[in-house]
């Protein structure tokens, strides 16, 4: 009986360790603040986070950030303080950027998303995706809403 028992405990044990193995990383956008205007001396931008459950670090894969409207930043917020602007369509292996957009080129869209994609370096394969949804209620007062 003590065989038997092991030996169903043994093929369970197993079964769950191929099931949690077989599960599809989860990635998402993790905003650092909800509200935000240009006019902020506080902030660059939305700081904008990529959690995902794989580490991508020295690996084919980066993350490409796609934003609808605005641009994105890279902050070095500890060293320098220099911002630079990377454009709105961006391959990086760093998990955090900055959303903004610049007051000359405010748009009068009222909703519009930020995407995150994890690309395959080599063949450009999409991994996983999400989006961000940035509402703007007022004209120059973007909040982020989670969906």
């Known amino acids: ?30 905003p650092e603040i909800e509200l935000y205007t240009p006019t902020m001396s506080s902030t660059p931008g939305i700081g904008l986070i990529a959690a995902y459950d794989r580490d991508l670090k020295n690996s084919d894969y980066k993350f490409h950030w796609v934003a609808d409207e605005g641009t994105f930043l890279r902050w070095n917020k500890e060293g320098s303080g220099r911002i630079e602007e990377l454009g709105n369509d961006v391959y990086t292996n760093e998990h955090k950027v900055y959303w903004t957009i610049r007051l000359d080129k405010m748009t009068e869209e009222r909703e519009f998303y930020v995407h995150l994609s994890v690309v395959k370096l080599d063949d450009q394969e999409v991994i996983d995706q999400t989006d961000l949804l940035i509402r703007q209620d007022e004209v120059g007062m973007f909040q982020v809403v989670e969906e």
Request: proline share 0%; aromatic share 6%; glycine share 10%.
């Open 1 to 30: 009986m003590k065989r038997i028992m092991c030996g169903i405990f043994l093929i369970l044990y197993i079964t769950s360790l191929g099931a949690c193995a077989g599960q599809d990383a989860v990635l998402r956008i993790n």
